[in-house]
């Protein structure tokens, strides 16, 4: 297929409420290479500008399911990094 | 269903949709928006939400009540600007005794702000605004939030 | 403020009188009429209170409360006749916290039904009526309420 | 005063529920001469027909308040016999 070649996998960064506001975007798709796992995520986006703000107390989802520390990711899932909820 | 509204909350509209010949006990819950936080006083404040994620965990939550007890489970959270006084979340729980009404009551307003990914930003009197955490000790407001104004 | 009221019960309206700026938490207790009883179909029921002492109790019943707790309570107990469904008792409870609001609202059911004088009849399909006991294993006609009808 | 002498001290003993209609009457006013405790009221009541299903679980009032068992009693009172309570 065309893309495997012209469109490299890449993992999509969800970012919300403080951490949109942080990176100045509420996604960032990222090459897949070298993310394996969430704390893969976590590491890249620390290295950001405004990133360094995205704290120990964060909450990682992979595809809508909230997952623990150090999950493995695939390439094509959403991966959403939730600063601590204050719903209620 | 959705879970997540941008409209204000109708408890009556809630119960309706769970209540039965035998159910007989109906606990509710409202949080509503207060006018201070950590003494500080607050004009209004902003929900916002995965959205997605938010309905899925929802679900789950209701279906997870309706299993464990023998209730039927509504909610509803606001995302969006909300005033001072008003719901921002409401949950009722209809069951055949009440032991079981307000333990299902309960365990839903617990695990909802545990586990729904939903965030609020508070604006304050004096014209900053803070994203609220509750695992932080207190609540200040960054320099970005008082410089102002990345608009979300 | 009468607590004992022929009219439906609004919580709605109950709610209002309680809260707050400062009072986030709301928990409410709906106790409505089911359609059975013990097994048997239950047609509808009229509640009959000493209602002297049932608003005196209900008073003292809101006091106690909002002193054990930063609360503020309301509630409201219908009698006369009621049909399936209607809500009998209606309680709210708003607090700073809602560890607070359920407590509080939990403790002034259990209260309400130990201390205010307030006695139920039911009516079943079959034509029998029958004064609840909850002290009473199960409920059984008396001859008297078989035969009829001394009317109250 | 004419009353001491016309009108002999009563107890006003209220019923309810099903007391009511065991005995026949939403209220009874007896002479207070014998009657100096719940006790003595409840046994009166007891012994009138269809005073027999007064049980064991009544609770007593004197004027508006929720009385122990055997609380003594004053002509002019107002005492209640409670069936077992069902509000709620």
């Known amino acids: 297929m065309a893309d495997s070649v012209g469109t490299p996998p890449t993992i999509r960064i969800r970012l919300f409420a403080r951490y949109a506001e942080l990176l100045g975007a509420e996604y960032l798709d990222m090459p897949a290479a070298g993310l394996s796992t969430t704390n893969d995520v976590l590491a890249r986006i620390r290295a950001l500008p405004g990133g360094a ?17 150090g999950s493995p990711i695939r390439p094509g899932d959403e991966v959403a990094l939730l600063p601590p909820l ?3 | 269903m959705a879970f997540l509204t941008r409209d204000p909350v109708h408890l009556d509209a809630l119960i309706a949709r769970i209540t039965g010949p035998d159910r007989g006990g109906v606990v509710t819950f409202l949080g509503l928006v207060r ?5 500080r006083s607050v004009d209004g404040l902003e929900y916002s939400a995965y959205e997605p994620m938010a309905e899925a965990v929802c679900a ?7 299993s464990r007890w023998p209730v039927r489970a509504a909610l509803s959270h606001r995302v969006g600007p909300l005033g001072i006084g008003e719901a ?7 069951a055949p005794h009440r032991d079981e009404a307000f333990a299902a009551c309960r365990h839903l307003i617990e695990e909802l702000k545990r586990r729904v990914p939903i965030w609020k930003q508070e604006s304050y009197s004096d014209g900053t605004r803070c994203w609220v955490d509750p695992t932080a000790g207190s609540t200040k407001p960054s320099d970005e939030e008082r410089a102002g104004a990345r608009p979300w």
Chains 1, 4 share one sequence.
């Open chain 1, 53 to 69: 703000g995205v704290g120990e107390s964060t909450l990682v989802a992979i595809n809508l399911k909230q997952a623990a520390p």
């Open chain 1, 86 to 88: 204050a719903g209620g």
């Open chain 2, 35 to 39: 006018d201070h936080h950590e003494g």
């Open chain 2, 60 to 66: 789950e939550l209701i279906a997870e009540t309706e």
């Open chain 2, 88 to 94: 921002a979340v409401a949950i009722a729980v209809a």
